[in-house]
């Protein structure tokens, strides 16, 4: 039937143009970004979330596409928690799911350094399906991470361009705001949350270079922690806080710490036991315990150092009875501490570590943990002595060096990296330049500088590249021509592994624009 009235139908005149199929109209007010790939824009401005996420260059039609960088960061500025429409129900979109098993997989696992925790990987992702504050907040890290630790392929050169980090950046301003809000307009804000979220944005400022801005919010989460514990030593017996997210901020404040030489531990000390650190076990259980105790100490060392320095290199005689009694006990306490480790290395069970494996990880960790704590005691042992300076870094100098050269090995792979590693632990570049700096020996000298360039590592406010940059500008009397020579190619042959940070000029301007 429908041949016969094809066949009879009446001929198409010659010259007209054949009857084209009916498509539906194509929506024109999407990014041009999802438009030229295909893909379903939810249209949000000032830029799109698919666009945010892959850092790509959000254009939607009528808009200038050579928008100036002030001009971005002030559309950065003006985003806010509701233009992002977070949702409280648990169900992610794809590219929120996909940024959450990018923070698990590459950001969440080397967050605590060398060991091995369960707080960032699962406490902190299981919030973000419940906690809008929180998923804003690891988002805004997950953007950050991408932008300044992966590495551009090998015979490719990093460009930190105008754009570069403009996406990640629009993020951490909306995380910001998302988190002002939760705290202004909820009857009862969780200070968890709030300490998690607070914890994730510094990551960002860390990652982005401001050590400054980092300390700020680190001075902001310490002032929560501290109303917190006040709350539950003087609330019912059953009160209590996370120790896991306390733990954090406590690492946060001994790093923020090691950077500002003026600055004290705003955790850690109890005024009521005067300052002393909590009594350290016979033997410790775990890593994590070791690693506990040793953030304590090193607080409480922070403040003695700073207490004694107007009397460094003076006579005993003429240091004041308690601080000389407190520098006793401070010692006894890292002598049990080291005590305590021994008998932990004594009962573990020992077998084959290989580069990558997570007994090897665990290795490091251990290692790491104790060079810290030989790179401490140096620092207390060399602050109050009677008359030369004691030389104990060219002492101990070499079993540091030996136990850094292991870690290195235990913990990078062999071929070449793809991404640099970003923690918040203290790490090995503080006490390898400690060693650097204070030693007389060259060749230790330049043993330590070789294992700062081959970090493949950020560790929170230590950067490697930037203190082989201060080692380069030291003294001649402790650096030689040999020496500068020696450190420029070193660092020459590691500086494509490192990533390009923004210059002072663009780091002004986007303070100018975002302040």
């Not at 024109?28 to 970004?33: A, E, I, L």
């Not at 080291?338 to 084959?352: D, L, N, P």
Request: glycine content about 6%.
């Amino acid at each position: 039937m429908i041949a016969r009235e094809l066949s009879t139908a009446a001929p198409r005149p010659r010259g007209s143009s054949p009857r084209r199929k009916c498509f539906a109209r194509r929506s024109t007010s999407g990014c041009y970004v999802c438009r030229i790939r295909h893909l379903k824009c939810d249209e949000r401005k000032p830029a799109c979330l698919r666009c945010l996420q892959f850092a790509w260059e959000c254009q939607y039609p009528g808009r200038r596409a050579n928008t100036s960088r002030t001009e971005s960061f002030l559309i950065a500025r003006a985003t806010t928690p509701s233009s992002l429409q977070w949702r409280a129900d648990g169900n992610l979109s794809f590219t929120e799911g996909r940024a959450l098993h990018y923070f698990t997989s590459h950001v969440a696992s080397d967050l605590f350094g060398f060991l091995v925790s369960d707080f960032w990987t699962y406490t902190v992702s299981q919030r973000c399906y419940s906690t809008p504050v929180v998923r804003s907040a690891v988002l805004a890290l997950s953007s950050t991470h991408i932008d300044f630790t992966v590495l551009p392929p090998r015979g490719h050169f990093a460009t930190s361009g105008p754009g570069h980090g403009i996406a990640s950046l629009q993020l951490y301003h909306a995380a910001i705001a998302n988190l002002r809000v939760y705290i202004s307009q909820t009857k009862a804000p969780s200070r968890n949350d709030v300490l998690i979220a607070c914890a994730a944005l510094i990551c960002c400022d860390l990652l982005r270079g401001e050590q400054t801005r980092a300390t700020q919010h680190v001075d902001h989460g310490a002032a929560v922690v501290r109303a917190w514990q006040r709350e539950v030593s003087e609330g019912p017996i059953d009160s209590q806080y996370d120790e896991e997210v306390v733990k954090v901020f406590y690492a946060l404040d001994l790093h923020a710490t090691s950077y500002d030489g003026t600055r004290l531990p705003a955790l850690g000390l109890c005024p009521e036991d005067g300052g002393m650190v909590a009594e350290i076990p016979a033997k410790f259980s775990s890593l994590r315990e070791a690693q506990r105790h040793l953030v304590l100490l090193q607080n409480a060392a922070f403040v003695d150092l700073n207490q004694s320095a107007p009397y460094k290199l003076q006579s005993s005689s003429s240091v004041p009875r308690p601080l000389m009694s407190r520098r006793r006990a401070m010692r006894a306490s890292f002598q049990g501490w080291s005590i305590a480790m021994t008998g932990f290395e004594e009962q573990r069970q020992h077998g084959v570590y290989t580069p990558g494996s997570v007994d090897g990880k665990e290795q490091a960790a251990l290692l790491a943990l104790k060079i810290q704590h030989r790179a401490f005691r140096i620092l207390l042992d060399e602050s109050l002595r009677d008359g030369e300076r004691f030389q104990d870094f060219d002492i101990d100098g070499d079993q540091v060096l030996r136990w850094a050269e292991l870690a290195l090995t235990l913990s990078q792979t062999s071929s070449a990296p793809t991404q640099l590693l970003f923690s918040i632990d203290l790490g090995l570049s503080a006490p390898l330049y400690l060693l650097v700096v204070k030693t007389t020996d060259a060749a230790m000298r330049q043993r330590g500088i070789t294992l700062l360039a081959r970090m493949q590592r950020l560790e929170g406010w230590h950067r490697p590249q930037a203190m082989l940059q201060a080692v380069g500008e030291l003294p001649a009397r402790q650096n030689t021509n040999a020496q500068a020579i020696d450190l420029e190619r070193t660092s020459r042959q590691h500086q494509q592994e490192m990533p390009l940070e923004c210059s002072d000029t663009e780091e002004a301007g986007a303070e100018r624009a975002v302040a």
